[in-house]
């Protein structure tokens, strides 16, 4: 079974990871910064909720088969672009410091798993409260890989 963060040993992980995070974590790869990367985990959790308004992308990655395999079979690669609304560096993004930062993400990983509706995504359209728990594992994931975590 993939871990989500909607299951304890998934959301487990994330967090225990997240304790080892540092300020002073290098990066494997990337431009971002340790803050700014988990600004940019919790701007993910943001669209999730609603809170902050985002462009819906009507593509082929919107329609089902194509969401689900985008979600469960590929693999992330390395340096890929982001979505506009969680681009740490778009004008207008205020980064706090390390620990606000990572104060901030553990709640935001709080709040979305006891929300009880999600939003649709922006590229992949309407997807299962399961996905987007496994989405969000997945995206935390890669970044915490990305900073030897």
Known sequence: ??????????MA?????LSHLTDTSKRQ????EANEMLWHCR???V???????TRNVQGILSKWPFN?????VISWKQNLRTAREMNVRKEGNHVADFR????????????VKHAPDLEPHPLLGSISRN??????????????????V
């Open 1 to 10: 079974m993939k871990k989500t963060i909607d299951d304890a040993a998934g």
């Open 13 to 17: 992980d994330i967090l225990l990871r």
């Open 29 to 32: 790869w990337g431009t971002m």
């Open 43 to 45: 701007a993910q959790i």
């Open 47 to 53: 669209l999730a909720l609603g809170e902050k308004g």
């Open 68 to 72: 689900r395999l985008a979600i469960h």
């Open 100 to 111: 606000t930062e990572r104060e901030a993400l553990v709640s935001y990983l709080q709040k």
């Open 131 to 148: 996905d987007w728990g496994y989405l969000i594992y997945k995206h935390i994931d890669h970044h915490l890989r990305q900073f030897g």
